[in-house]
């Protein structure tokens, strides 16, 4: 869901401004989303699972492929770098 990408994009911000050095170096990378979509996907499984029905906690699945959350990331972040490049 939207809310999904938008923790993932916060949570590979959030790990990106916790490296060491400069803010004017500081990037969000691959492995930042990589890592953020993995804390999200995680999280979900967590909130799903009951302690009352053990069939169900054995058939959850996620909805959406990690490639394709990492996909549907990388469109996001060219376009606000083109958003960005246009209000300049």
Do not use: W, Y
Not at 64 to 77: D, E, Q, R, S
Request: aromatic letters at 2%.
């Amino acid at each position: 869901s939207g809310g999904d990408i938008r923790n993932a994009v916060l949570k590979a911000a959030l790990a990106a401004a916790a490296e060491p050095g400069s803010d004017g170096s500081k990037a969000i990378h691959q492995r930042h989303l990589e890592e953020g979509i993995r804390d999200v996907v995680a999280g979900k499984r967590v909130m799903q699972q009951s302690l009352f029905d053990t069939e169900r906690r054995v058939a959850i699945q996620p909805r959406v492929t990690f490639a394709g959350a990492v996909a549907v990331i990388a469109l996001l972040l060219a376009l606000a770098a083109l958003v960005t490049a246009v209000l300049r």
